[in-house]
């Protein structure tokens, strides 16, 4: 299975954008759906964006955020875009052996990242 290591977090101003990175160990990377999901304090996680042959986002960062994965350098990227405060959280990246659609759900995850803070200052 792989294992995943998330960068990229930080402090940035509402509007602005921060790229966070998810670099893969292991074999079959390739197979794997990637995801992101999101913790705030005091909230369940919650699912943000997934590829595999194609992506799928939750409403809340469409037009905002992209997914994309480079399968060469086993890595999975979050470009996000417009950033709000309500974005302030705790961002985990995933992975699982799903079809996409069913990505959404944290409880098909099979591997998540040890996780990479981001807080938007309004």
């Known amino acids: 299975q792989v294992q995943l290591v998330e960068s990229g977090g930080g402090l940035v101003q509402a509007g602005g954008s921060l790229r966070l990175s998810c670099a893969a160990s292991?074999?079959?990377?390739?197979?794997?759906?990637m995801g992101w999901f999101r913790q705030a304090p005091g909230k369940e996680r919650e699912f943000v964006a997934a590829?595999?042959?194609?992506?799928y986002y939750t409403d809340s960062v469409k037009g905002r955020f992209t997914i994309s994965r480079d399968n060469a350098k086993n890595t999975v990227y979050l470009q996000m875009n417009s950033l709000k405060p309500e974005d302030t959280a705790v961002y985990y990246c995933?992975?699982?052996?799903?079809?996409?659609?069913?990505?959404?759900?944290?409880?098909?995850?099979?591997?998540w990242g040890q996780g990479t803070q981001v807080t938007i200052s309004s």
């Open positions: 590829i595999s042959w194609t992506t």
């Open positions: 292991g074999r079959s990377f390739s197979n794997y759906a």
């Open positions: 995933a992975a699982a052996r799903v079809p996409l659609a069913t990505m959404g759900d944290p409880n098909h995850v099979e591997r």
